[in-house]
């Protein structure tokens, strides 16, 4: 039988068109995953996600990782349960938080275990005890940077309960809210810190997370039960393209301070190269992936403590550690 080019042609736009989503990506080899981070726009600490991309990583690893960002913890926890994301990058206090009432959550793995917060105040705040009663600004009701600095307040006996919670997104606008004097104190990325203290000298830092809560965990990677098994091949070799691509930024620091200018490109560019630069020097992003045991106990204790977990979850119920492992 002979077939004309544009009968042809004609045939592929139709096959195309009643194609399942996802089955082009894997007719060009690749595996479709998506990733919903917590921070928005994304905040410095998980750009290595956009390295991976934009550098290949992914798709040499065979995947094709679309990649979202959502402000709020609750509503990328509430993503991966949907089915509306694959895998998620949150902080693991609103996780754990989670998992504690019954979702069927499991961590594959962590590039950035260290809390890195700063509680920074206005010349007359020296100490979280000093805190109730004042305005305090949070990304969001539930998230790390609300339970953190309640946490902290609470190991100084500060009554947390008369703090002025002010939910505002995103770290720069918490520290614009801070120099405009519209709060009292906030809770920032220490990156954040020196830029704070140029532009107001009076500003002062009141405590640091890694001070007080030495061992606690920042973010993880999460997905549900059901996609580990089903992707766990996937998500194995999603966190080999990421570890690869921290080595990359970690080698080639110029360059994925430019990736983190393309990724929010009206953020403030300098602003940018510093947190990327400090997070290389201090070798912040944790390339391997492993979640430590002894880091998820002390965060399980203290979050139970502070009477956000009602149960002791326990280690191997939780982390996958053979995704970070294998991988």
């Not at 905040?43 to 065979?62: I, L």
């Not at 430590?292 to 326990?314: E, G, I, Y």
Request: with cysteine; aromatic share 8%; charged share 20%.
């Amino acid at each position: 039988m002979t077939i004309s080019r544009r009968s042809f042609s004609k045939g592929l736009v139709s096959a195309a068109m009643i194609m399942p989503s996802g089955s082009l990506a894997l007719a060009s080899g690749l595996e479709k995953l998506s990733l919903v981070v917590t921070t928005s726009p994304p905040d410095p600490a998980c750009h290595f996600f956009y390295y991976a991309k934009e550098k290949g990583f992914f798709r040499e690893a065979g995947l094709d990782v679309d990649i979202k960002s959502v402000s709020s913890p609750a509503n990328v926890v509430r993503a991966a349960l949907a089915g509306e994301a694959d895998v998620v990058w949150v902080d693991a206090a609103s996780s754990l938080k989670a998992r504690d009432a019954g979702a069927k959550l499991k961590c594959v793995g962590s590039f950035t275990p260290q809390v890195d917060f700063t509680i920074v105040a206005n010349e007359n705040i020296t100490s979280v005890a000093q805190l109730p009663g004042k305005r305090f600004a949070i990304a969001a009701i539930g998230g790390s940077t609300y339970l953190l600095p309640r946490m902290m307040m609470e190991r100084a006996g500060a009554d947390v309960n008369k703090v002025n919670w002010l939910s505002l997104g995103s770290a720069s606008a918490r520290a614009q809210a801070l120099l405009a004097g519209t709060v009292d104190a906030t809770i920032v990325a220490t990156t954040f810190v020196p830029k704070l203290l140029a532009a107001n000298p009076k500003l002062k830092i009141v405590d640091t997370v890694s001070a007080t809560l030495p061992d606690m965990l920042y973010a993880w990677n999460i997905t549900t039960e059901d996609v580990l098994a089903k992707k766990k091949a996937q998500l194995q070799r999603f966190m080999r393209a990421n570890s690869t691509a921290i080595k990359w930024a970690e080698a080639n620091v110029d360059e994925a301070i430019a990736v983190s200018q393309q990724v929010v490109p009206n953020a403030d560019k300098e602003e940018f190269a510093s947190s990327i630069r400090s997070y290389v020097a201090r070798k912040y992003w944790a390339p391997e992936g492993i979640v430590s045991r002894k880091k998820f106990d002390f965060t399980v204790s203290s979050l139970k403590a502070a009477d956000v977990l009602k149960s002791d979850l326990k280690f191997d119920d939780v982390v996958s550690a053979d995704v970070p492992a294998k991988a």
